[in-house]
């Protein structure tokens, strides 16, 4: 992974990374993109990718090459590359807030992010898939894009109307549910063609990736008194599928960590989960969402609820 012929300038190494699950392949996210590393621009051909004929290489590099074109192409019009195929917006940093963590630099998939001796964040946009996973990661909240932000997320979930326990014209619960636009919410929609059920005190909203949920948006919704919020992403692990790499991973992780907060407000870690699904298990998705609206409603409504 660190052959001097691919000797890039990241901050995660000079190479392509090594997830150790693609066999010691490179980082092709198999599923969606079989060319696609971690390096935007940078297309894993042949036996590099997987093992292969010299014929089957031949017709692999020509579709690399084919990609590596496409990427030119939206590079030059300030383009995003797949999967946000097209999106012309870019992390926007407030600066005069910035903390120098490094969350944002460590947790970016794609070594987007550098920083500089202080630990200040240096974007280098044409590396950028607008995933979001840095919003998601700054305790700050200092960072945006144009059509996507703390505060617009933040005005969808603070919209969604909660009914008291006086209120009797609808169920007193109300559920928030994150989801992934990438698969999850695709299966979603499935579920919804197939004229599935599921608990209807449950509230979508579709987020770019998991990896940008920021633990703002679920301590605002249990504050205005949603009795739980659960996640849905991507399969992460060895059979990965998240679009951005390790979205869904970086999620659960944030999960687990809010339960301490949860805790020191007198509400129990149980009502915020996290739940992966591919989008060809759809089937499985009513019965995610009511195994949680269960547990939940089996720890009664939110305290918050009124306030």
Same mark, same amino acid.
């Given at each position: 992974?660190?052959?001097?012929?691919?000797?890039?300038? #990241?901050?995660?190494?000079?190479?392509?990374?090594?997830?150790?699950?693609?066999?010691?392949?490179?980082?092709?996210? #198999?599923?969606?993109?079989?060319?696609?590393?971690?390096?935007?621009?940078?297309?894993?051909?042949?036996?590099?990718?997987?093992?292969?004929?010299?014929?089957?290489?031949?017709?692999?590099?020509?579709?690399?090459?084919?990609?590596?074109?496409?990427?030119?192409?939206?590079?030059?019009?300030?383009?995003?590359?797949?999967?946000?195929?097209?999106?012309?917006? #870019?992390?926007?940093?407030?600066?005069?807030?910035?903390?120098? +963590?490094?969350?944002?630099?460590?947790? +970016?998939?794609?070594?987007?992010?550098?920083?500089?001796?202080?630990?200040?964040?240096?974007?280098?946009?044409?590396?950028?898939?607008? +995933?979001?996973? +840095?919003?998601?990661?700054?305790?700050?909240?200092?960072?945006?894009?144009?059509?996507?932000?703390?505060?617009?997320?933040?005005?969808?979930?603070?919209?969604?109307?909660?009914?008291?326990?006086?209120? #009797?014209?609808?169920?007193?619960?109300?559920?928030?549910?994150?989801?992934?636009?990438?698969?999850?919410?695709?299966?979603?929609?499935?579920?919804?063609?197939?004229?599935?059920?599921?608990?209807?005190?449950?509230?979508?909203?579709?987020?770019?990736?998991?990896?940008?949920?920021?633990?703002?948006?679920?301590?605002?919704?249990?504050?205005?008194?949603?009795?739980?919020?659960?996640?849905?992403?991507?399969?992460?692990?060895?059979?990965?599928?998240?679009?951005?790499?390790?979205?869904?991973?970086?999620?659960?992780?944030?999960?687990?960590?809010?339960?301490?907060?949860?805790?020191?407000?007198?509400?129990?870690?149980?009502?915020?989960?996290?739940?992966?699904?591919?989008?060809?298990?759809?089937?499985?998705?009513?019965?995610?969402?009511?195994?949680?609206?269960?547990?939940?409603?089996?720890?009664?409504?939110?305290?918050?609820?009124?306030?």
């Amino acid at each position: 992974k660190d052959d001097p012929v691919v000797n890039l300038a #990241y901050r995660q190494g000079p190479g392509f990374r090594d997830n150790d699950i693609f066999g010691q392949y490179a980082d092709s996210n #198999y599923i969606c993109f079989p060319y696609e590393t971690q390096r935007t621009g940078i297309y894993a051909a042949g036996a590099i990718r997987r093992a292969m004929t010299i014929e089957e290489s031949m017709e692999d590099a020509t579709g690399a090459a084919l990609k590596a074109i496409q990427c030119v192409e939206s590079a030059n019009r300030g383009m995003a590359v797949h999967p946000r195929s097209g999106d012309t917006t #870019y992390p926007d940093f407030f600066f005069q807030r910035c903390t120098q +963590c490094k969350r944002c630099t460590v947790e +970016c998939p794609f070594g987007a992010l550098d920083d500089d001796e202080r630990g200040t964040p240096k974007a280098n946009p044409t590396r950028c898939r607008r +995933c979001g996973t +840095c919003m998601g990661a700054c305790p700050e909240r200092i960072i945006s894009f144009a059509d996507y932000t703390i505060d617009s997320i933040g005005s969808q979930v603070k919209a969604i109307g909660v009914p008291s326990e006086d209120d #009797y014209d609808e169920p007193p619960l109300r559920f928030l549910a994150l989801i992934c636009e990438n698969d999850a919410f695709p299966a979603l929609d499935m579920v919804g063609m197939n004229r599935q059920d599921y608990s209807p005190d449950v509230r979508f909203i579709p987020v770019r990736c998991l990896g940008s949920v920021n633990t703002i948006w679920i301590k605002d919704a249990l504050a205005q008194g949603m009795d739980g919020v659960i996640l849905i992403g991507c399969k992460h692990g060895d059979d990965y599928q998240c679009h951005f790499v390790k979205g869904s991973e970086l999620a659960e992780i944030r999960v687990k960590k809010i339960g301490d907060a949860l805790s020191s407000l007198a509400l129990e870690e149980e009502r915020v989960a996290f739940a992966e699904v591919a989008i060809d298990e759809y089937d499985k998705l009513p019965q995610i969402i009511n195994d949680f609206v269960e547990e939940v409603d089996a720890l009664g409504p939110n305290p918050f609820k009124g306030f």
